[in-house]
Nanobody, 124 residues
Framework: QLQLVESGGGLVQPGGSRGLSCTASGFTLDYYAVGWFRQAPGKEREGVSCISSRGDTSYYASTVKGRFTISRDNAKNTVYLQMNSLKPEATAEYYC?????????????????WGQGTQVTVSS
C-alpha cells in the first residue's frame, strides 16, 4: 500500500520547537519532490516548505523562513521539517505531499499524493 505518513505533531509552547517527519511506505521517495503544507481551522491549505528530489532546491513561505528547516534522508525514505521559534498562529494540521515535479514549489495543486496529516498546536 502506497502511503505517506506524517508524525511528530503535538502540543508545544510558544517559542518552542518541534520536528515533523514524513515517511513513505510502498514506494521510494528518491524521485519525488516533497512539500509540507498546513491548514488551520477555517483557512485554506497553504504551502510551508518544499524540497526537490535531489535535495538541492528548497523553498519556504515568508512566514516561516529563518525558523523552519526542511531536509530529507532518502536512505530512510523520510523528509523532515524542523520548526523553531513557534508562534500560536502556526497551529494547524500539517501535511506532507509528494510528486514528480522538477525542483519544487509551494503550490497545493503541484502535489498529487498526500499524507493524512499531523496536528501541531502552539499554546501555553
Amino acid at each position: 500500500q502506497l502511503q505517506l505518513v506524517e508524525s511528530g505533531g503535538g502540543l508545544v509552547q510558544p517559542g518552542g520547537s518541534r520536528g515533523l517527519s514524513c515517511t513513505a511506505s510502498g514506494f521510494t521517495l528518491d524521485y519525488y519532490a516533497v512539500g509540507w503544507f498546513r491548514q488551520a481551522p477555517g483557512k485554506e491549505r497553504e504551502g510551508v516548505s518544499c524540497i526537490s528530489s535531489r535535495g538541492d532546491t528548497s523553498y519556504y513561505a515568508s512566514t516561516v523562513k529563518g525558523r523552519f528547516t526542511i531536509s530529507r534522508d532518502n536512505a530512510k525514505n523520510t523528509v523532515y521539517l524542523q520548526m523553531n521559534s513557534l508562534k500560536p498562529e502556526a497551529t494547524a494540521e500539517y501535511y506532507c505531499a509528494a510528486d514528480s515535479i522538477e525542483g519544487c514549489d509551494l503550490g497545493v495543486d503541484s502535489f498529487g499524493f498526500w499524507g493524512q496529516g499531523t496536528q501541531v498546536t502552539v499554546s501555553s
